[in-house]
């Protein structure tokens, strides 16, 4: 088997499809292969084992097989070359990606710069488990029943106290909602949206395809909207005829810019002529590494602004837990689903959090992942400068990733990509979060959004390394 196939147990995923029904088994291996390859479990570049190989492993005969690929390889899911074997194309999913497309990293990848996630092992497990002790010593038995829908008060008032210093948001602690993530508080929103008879909200082009996903299953499409070098455009904005749009101001993802002050002006003017929403998503706003960060939006026009944010970025993903601000006339709607949807967040969740921040220990870990995450982001800067001399990184220095263009030599994106995932580098190009080709295509330039906080520095070094070796190999 090729050393780029994944170990054989991989193709146990292939299993079930050779357990059907002789006079069925071809078409169910078809299909099995066409799911592994769409759901990402089978990555772009993966080298699959020759038929004779699979068929040996799989106990079916070489045929089967045979017909497999040749179907596959017909419709664009495999590749294959004169006496280069069979691998998975580049471009399978010709259409944006959805969540769940973005999230499966290349498994055993060399090295991964594949946005989104902290580094995990910065997670300050000393001060939780101490924070964990004081509460279950101290809690009142009272406490751990249904909480308020809001939150406990203690947290509501710890995060109004954060929210307003850190990030200047006008956070009165009754009307912050303690949730299980952004992605709780876009589907709230989302739900109190489609309540009030809005179906459609705007979404930044290129954005995050997990706002997509969550307002589709709130019954609300969304209407993709260019974003350029200030942010989301205003045209567009007003020719749509949407009355609530998604924005990410301080640092756009993935584009990586920050909305200028003219932008964000224009924006609330727009909200306020339209009697609309502009819903703030404020993902990595704590990160910034050139100047203070810039404050939330919300803070300028508190009646037209949802804020959200979450310790996705600054502890970890996993916890889900995160915050909502909404404008007053959308508060009891707002809290009534939270209460519908799961009578509250776990109490003792929320009374560690609150703990957490009183004894200041979340301060400490955010100024600790700003200096780790800095010098990542240098690392990474330093490396494409060696390894990719002539790229640009473009974007603030802020949050968890980059936008590295390269130059015209390394190739159009399709054929960079299938060279470096072959060599099991994990990356993932901004047209991978784009709706529309606008402001991502560069036929002849490949565009990459490179996360590094999850990489330690001497393995951005050696992952960049790696990755023009394959992109020039
Ligand atoms: C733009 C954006 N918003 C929000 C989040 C975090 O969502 P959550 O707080 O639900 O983990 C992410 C995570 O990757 C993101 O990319």
Redesign the pocket.
Known sequence: MNRNAPASAAWELLLPAVSAPARTRGRALQTALREAVRSGRLAPGTRLPSSRDLAADLGVSRGLVTQAYEQLTAEGYLRSGQGAGTWVGAAVRSARPRARDLAPRLPGARADFVP?TPDLSLFPRSAWAAAQRGVLAELPHQELGYPDPRGLPRLRTALAELLARRRGVVADPERIVVVS????ATTLLGFALHARGVRTVGVEDPG?P?HDALYASAGVTVVPLPVDGEGITLEPLRASGVRAVVT?PAHQ?PTGIAYSARRRADLLDWARDVDGIVLE?D?DGDFRYDRAPVGALQGLDPDHVAYTG?V?KSLA?GLRL?WLLVPESWAEEIIERKRTMDLGHPALDQALFACFLERGDYDRQLRRCQRAYRDRRDALTTALTEHFPGSEVSGIAAGLHVIATLPERYGPEERFLEHVTTAGVAVRPLSAYAHTRAGTADGKKTRLVLGYAHVPPARIHEGIRLMAEAATG
């Open positions: 989104g993530g952004v992605a709780q995050s997990q990410t993802f998503d993902y979450s996705s993903p995160g």
